[in-house]
């Protein structure tokens, strides 16, 4: 494929919606509609910049036999969904400092030890340009609700067979939360 240019098509308060224009390897124009947080896409380096949008909370407990899972509505599908804890960078702020932030914000708790940082990822490749940085670590304290009204969530401590239950139960969850959690609910060594 070749990218040909990028039309904006309608522009909200934290994404924009663009048509992508492109042409096949035998010569047919093909547009696709996809999402951003860049607010003005014009060449194909915008379209693949390497900033970073969001965090993703990957936390345990800090004896690492459970595992910090959000029940959150998500007003998209308009149902509660399993969700890693996870949030917008601010400007001026790095992963980490995002982080700390919105675990306090989301859940009440405090990040105690950052353990990992798991390079870039997608949050919706499908669609979106949105990228993640998955930060791994172990929180502790006490369960707040959100500091937000916008968000409704409930944070919780699941251990490896309540998170098998949650998956067999055909519970909804975030793609990335429900992978990470079966492989985490299934390791022996963990």
């Known amino acids: 494929m070749e990218f040909k240019g990028a039309h904006k098509v309608d522009n909200g308060n934290f994404i924009t919606r663009y048509d992508l224009d492109y042409e096949t390897v035998d010569g047919k124009a093909k547009t696709y509609e996809m ?71 989301e859940t009440g708790l405090d990040l105690v030890e950052i353990r990992d940082s798991i390079g870039i990822s997608y949050s919706a490749i499908g669609f979106s340009n949105e990228k ?39 519970e909804p969850f975030a793609a990335r939360t429900q992978a990470y959690c079966y492989l985490w609910s299934r390791d022996q060594n963990a």
């Open 35 to 105: 999402i951003s947080r860049n607010p003005d896409i014009r060449t194909i380096e915008d379209l693949q910049s390497p900033h970073v949008d969001a965090v993703v909370l990957i936390m345990t407990d800090p004896t690492g036999e459970k595992i910090l899972i959000s029940h959150e509505f998500r007003l998209a599908v308009g149902s509660w969904v399993y969700n890693f804890p996870a949030g917008l960078i601010d400007p001026g702020e790095t992963p980490e400092v995002a982080a700390k932030r919105e675990l306090k914000e």
């Open 132 to 170: 993640n940085v998955c930060i791994v670590g172990i929180a502790d304290g006490e369960f707040h609700e959100s500091s937000s009204t916008y968000e409704e969530i409930e944070a919780g401590w699941y251990t490896k067979a309540e998170v098998r239950d949650l998956l067999k139960n055909n």
